[in-house]
């Protein structure tokens, strides 16, 4: 039998066998978990009481000035016993070191020509980027660089604008906290880890005692750009009430699902803005109807009698997400803190590998979708790196008592790298499986057609249609929020028409990093900005 043969009579029709079946399971997923988080939505959640559990709001910062007043206000403005929470926000002397050496460049900015948004990235915060660029560019050659200058440094360090907040805050609402994180290198688990290792002096004004309540904190982790439903901190209560009491054991990762639905900034006009538009869609689709769906499977195989090999066999790797991941206090210590270089995935992988109880709280959280092609592409190499490497956190965890046997955990791993293989070459071996389906004979045709129909198409377009209603169900804890993504009617039928080609969009980051390992060139990752 030739090579032409066995791709053919073989692989095609396995290709497409698995792209229909995946299509179809996709539809199911992001519709039963869309379904669930609506119904949760309708009913509120039992309110906490004096013997809640103890939870830690963490919101580390980096050059988010602009948004800080906003997310605290937000934060602090959440329904929850003010004697058994605190929200901490963490900012960090990397942010100032890099502003001592960012004024050395503003000559260098101001020499071109005319300023650019992505030249000022980095220097200014992001919502502040197109205005300065603009405003500097409208004045006279002579005046550019004393007027960089002035509005450098009139801009207030995110530093300074946590602090002015946290000495002036209301005596109603949750008590904000800052801390402030000395330069010691690394990414946003530097930040939280800071905060950790600080918890006696944070609690200790609540009467918290770490002997007798350690085992009652949770350490909520968040972006700072979300804005989370006003019942968040109830949801995570009454979620770990449940499972303690179904289980005997509090959960040691309750997820909270992301939602890419807050329109602060319009996606770009033309085929850029179309393929980011798509990608928003793609985070949509992933959020409800790959990392809820995994984590509600392995709730219900924690929570339900099921054999131990059956639970091996069917338990997935978990994807943490750092926006609405709550960790059990001593899970955290357990674990020696959370990994760089990305603290939700590595502690998603890590507490998988040592079969943790993992539950999904009831209510959702908002925070924006990629507007940059940069950014994006940022984010996917970095995912990429993190999760392609599940063998490193299995050795991280192997001195400590895990729920998996050796085979669970070599199951888990495996499909790990099965999902970065499929991540990497699915999309490519899938389009020449489509385009061959035509010389197996008419069958394939159809279920090559069916199957890009459901996993793309289709899909998007009830994405569509249920962006809207997930929007609608987080309830702000203040004022109004930013209107979820709404595409015109144009725009609609172009997400749809370029659907399938969307998942070689995601291919840039992960590609361009193996390209430049390859060729010895270093890989550095910054603040992954939205």
Same mark, same amino acid.
């Given at each position: 039998?030739?090579?032409?043969?066995?791709?053919?009579?073989?692989?095609?029709?396995?290709?497409?066998?698995?792209?229909?079946?995946?299509?179809?399971?996709?539809?199911?997923?992001?519709?039963?978990?869309?379904?669930?988080?609506?119904?949760?939505?309708?009913?509120?959640?039992?309110?906490?009481?004096?013997?809640?559990?103890?939870?830690?709001?963490?919101?580390?910062?980096?050059?988010?000035?602009?948004?800080?007043?906003?997310?605290?206000?937000?934060?602090?403005?959440?329904?929850?016993?003010?004697?058994?929470?605190?929200?901490?926000?963490?900012?960090?002397?990397?942010?100032?070191?890099?502003?001592?050496?960012?004024?050395? @460049?503003? %000559?260098? !900015?101001?020499?071109?020509? #005319? /300023?650019?948004?992505?030249?000022? =990235?980095?220097?200014? *915060?992001? $919502?502040?980027?197109?205005?300065?660029?603009?405003?500097?560019?409208?004045?006279?050659?002579?005046?550019?660089?004393?007027?960089?200058?002035?509005?450098?440094?009139?801009?207030?360090?995110?530093?300074?604008?946590?602090?002015?907040?946290?000495?002036?805050?209301?005596?109603?609402?949750?008590?904000?906290?800052?801390?402030?994180?000395?330069?010691?290198?690394?990414?946003?688990?530097?930040?939280?880890?800071?905060?950790?290792?600080?918890?006696?002096?944070?609690?200790?004004?609540?009467?918290?005692?770490?002997?007798?309540?350690?085992?009652?904190?949770?350490?909520?982790?968040?972006?700072?750009?979300?804005?989370?439903?006003?019942?968040?901190?109830?949801?995570?209560?009454?979620?770990?009430?449940?499972?303690?009491?179904?289980?005997? @054991?509090? %959960?040691? !990762?309750?997820?909270?699902? #992301? /939602?890419?639905?807050?329109?602060? =900034?319009?996606?770009? *006009?033309? $085929?850029t803005g179309l393929f980011l538009a798509g990608e928003w869609l793609y985070q949509l689709r992933r959020?409800?109807?790959?990392?809820?769906?995994?984590v509600r499977l392995t709730q219900w195989l924690t929570t339900t009698r099921v054999p131990r090999a059956?639970?091996?066999?069917?338990?997935?790797?978990?994807?943490?997400?750092?926006?609405?991941?709550?960790?059990?206090?001593?899970?955290?210590?357990?674990?020696?803190?959370?990994?760089?270089?990305?603290?939700?995935?590595?502690?998603?992988?890590?507490?998988?590998?040592?079969?943790?109880?993992?539950?999904?709280?009831?209510?959702?959280?908002?925070?924006?979708?990629?507007?940059?092609?940069?950014?994006?592409?940022?984010?996917?190499?970095?995912?990429?790196?993190?999760?392609?490497?599940?063998?490193?956190?299995?050795?991280?965890?192997?001195?400590?008592?895990?729920?998996?046997?050796?085979?669970?955990?070599?199951?888990?791993?495996?499909?790990?790298?099965?999902?970065?293989?499929?991540?990497?070459?699915?999309?490519?071996?899938?389009?020449?499986?489509?385009?061959?389906?035509?010389?197996?004979?008419?069958?394939?045709?159809?279920?090559?057609?069916?199957?890009?129909?459901?996993?793309?198409?289709?899909?998007t377009a009830r994405l569509i249609k249920l962006a809207p209603a997930l929007h609608a169900a987080v309830?702000?804890?203040?004022?109004?929020?930013?209107?979820?993504?709404?595409?015109?009617?144009?725009?609609?039928?172009?997400?749809?028409?370029?659907?399938?080609?969307?998942?070689?969009?995601?291919?840039?980051?992960?590609?361009?990093?193996?390209?430049?390992?390859?060729?010895?060139?270093?890989?550095?990752?910054?603040?992954?900005?939205?």
């Open positions: 039998m030739t090579m032409a043969e066995l791709w053919l009579h073989y692989v095609v029709p396995v290709l497409l066998a698995l792209l229909l079946a995946r299509g179809l399971w996709a539809l199911v997923a992001v519709e039963l978990c869309a379904r669930w988080l609506l119904d949760n939505a309708r009913r509120a959640p039992v309110s906490a009481d004096e013997d809640g559990p103890w939870l830690v709001v963490l919101l580390p910062m980096l050059r988010e000035q602009a948004l800080a007043p906003e997310t605290v206000a937000a934060f602090t403005a959440l329904e929850y016993p003010r004697e058994r929470a605190v929200v901490v926000a963490i900012t960090t002397e990397r942010e100032e070191n890099a502003r001592r050496r960012d004024r050395d @460049r503003l %000559p260098e !900015l101001v020499a071109t020509s #005319r /300023l650019t948004e992505a030249q000022l =990235r980095g220097t200014f *915060p992001r $919502a502040r980027c197109g205005d300065v660029a603009d405003e500097v560019n409208a004045a006279p050659k002579e005046k550019r660089l004393p007027l960089l200058t002035e509005l450098y440094d009139a801009e207030p360090t995110t530093r300074e604008t946590v602090a002015a907040l946290a000495e002036d805050q209301p005596a109603v609402g949750l008590r904000l906290v800052h801390l402030h994180q000395p330069d010691t290198g690394g990414r946003k688990a530097g930040q939280l880890n800071h905060a950790v290792d600080r918890l006696d002096e944070i609690l200790s004004a609540l009467g918290w005692h770490c002997e007798n309540d350690a085992d009652n904190t949770f350490v909520c982790v968040y972006d700072a750009d979300a804005i989370p439903d006003v019942r968040t901190l109830s949801s995570f209560a009454e979620t770990a009430t449940r499972h303690r009491a179904l289980t005997g @054991r509090p %959960p040691s !990762l309750i997820q909270q699902q #992301r /939602l890419p639905l807050l329109g602060r =900034r319009p996606f770009p *006009p033309g $085929a959020s409800v109807g790959i990392e809820l769906a995994r059956i639970r091996a066999l069917l338990r997935p790797m978990i994807y943490g997400v750092g926006c609405g991941m709550t960790v059990h206090l001593p899970t955290v210590r357990t674990l020696g803190g959370f990994p760089e270089p990305m603290e939700d995935l590595g502690t998603g992988h890590r507490l998988s590998l040592l079969g943790a109880d993992i539950a999904s709280a009831t209510v959702a959280v908002l925070d924006e979708p990629y507007t940059e092609p940069r950014g994006l592409t940022n984010l996917h190499a970095l995912a990429f790196l993190t999760s392609a490497r599940p063998d490193l956190h299995a050795k991280a965890v192997a001195h400590l008592p895990s729920d998996h046997s050796r085979l669970g955990k070599a199951l888990l791993v495996l499909r790990e790298w099965a999902d970065e293989i499929a991540w990497i070459a699915g999309a490519p071996l899938i389009t020449a499986a489509v385009v061959s389906a035509c010389w197996p004979g008419p069958l394939w045709s159809a279920l090559a057609l069916a199957g890009v129909l459901l996993h793309g198409p289709v899909l309830v702000p804890p203040t004022g109004r929020i930013a209107a979820a993504p709404c595409p015109t009617h144009g725009r609609r039928a172009g997400l749809v028409a370029i659907s399938p080609v969307q998942p070689f969009i995601r291919l840039a980051g992960p590609w361009a990093m193996i390209f430049r390992r390859i060729t010895g060139h270093a890989t550095n990752f910054g603040k992954t900005e939205r």
